[in-house]
């Protein structure tokens, strides 16, 4: 157990829906990771927040937004869906994100279907 | 197309045996970390390497960074059933962004 929560574990919806993943960091973490991974692509990084603040960005679409609460968890809102969508949607979290070691934990990751 | 290139994309092997999975670049990492990831779990850290030339070990798994820090091996001696699964390296450059390789899938037979 990485202590990372995500919820939830499987999620099936249709094309053109909105759906909220959630993710709760480590204990003592206050940066966040959000991954997407497929069978064709890998696992491909999507954004991170620290302590609140977005610091970078990946391979984001425009229709998918995250945000941080003052709590430290965060959500990543995915929405307009289409086929490819389909996909392991992961959150990771690390004490800083900065670092040579700059380890992640990652969750349990929450599977998405999109009909 | 990936930043690292894993190789090779699958390995089957028996029980008892050796095997190498590599990790390729033509960008220079500060770091370079290998995780471990198990069907329908996340990927689980192994190890970081840091410095050009290091090895690492871990129980069976030895980890080397190459000297000029382009890439790196995992070797596992002995594999066993449980070291079944999907390796994953990732690179860390200046930004501290973690770039992950497509993975290796390591079925090992018992």
């Known amino acids: 157990d990485s202590g990372v929560t995500q919820t939830p574990k499987h999620l099936i919806t249709a094309t053109g829906q909105r759906v909220t993943l959630r993710c709760s960091p480590r204990?003592?973490?206050?940066?966040v990771y959000w991954y997407q991974q497929s069978l064709d692509q890998g696992l491909q990084f999507l954004i991170q927040?620290?302590?609140?603040?977005?610091?970078a960005k990946g391979n984001i679409l425009e229709r998918f937004s995250a945000q941080q609460f003052p709590d430290l968890h965060s959500e990543l809102n995915l929405s307009s869906l289409e086929l490819g969508d389909s996909a392991l949607y992961f959150c990771?979290?690390?004490?800083?994100?900065?670092?040579?070691?700059?380890?992640?934990?990652f969750g349990p990751g929450t599977r998405l279907t999109v009909l | 197309t990936q930043l690292l290139e894993q190789s090779p994309q699958f390995l089957s092997i028996q029980e008892g045996e050796n095997l190498t999975v590599y990790c390729n670049s033509s960008s220079v990492f500060s770091s370079l970390q290998w995780y471990r990831q198990e069907p329908g779990e996340g990927p689980v850290l192994l190890v970081t390497?840091?410095?050009?030339?290091e090895v690492k070990k871990l129980k069976r798994l030895t980890f080397q960074f190459g000297d000029a820090r382009k890439d790196s091996s995992l070797h596992i001696t002995a594999a066993q059933p449980g070291d079944t699964g999907l390796y994953l390296c990732?690179?860390?450059?200046?930004?501290?962004?973690?770039?992950f390789g497509a993975g290796t899938t390591v079925t090992v037979r018992a």
């Open positions: 390497v840091v410095t050009g030339g």
């Open positions: 927040y620290y302590n609140g603040e977005e610091r």
């Open positions: 204990s003592g973490d206050l940066s």
């Open positions: 990771a979290s690390s004490v800083d994100g900065r670092g040579l070691y700059n380890e992640q934990f």
């Open positions: 990732a690179g860390v450059r200046g930004d501290y962004k973690l770039s």
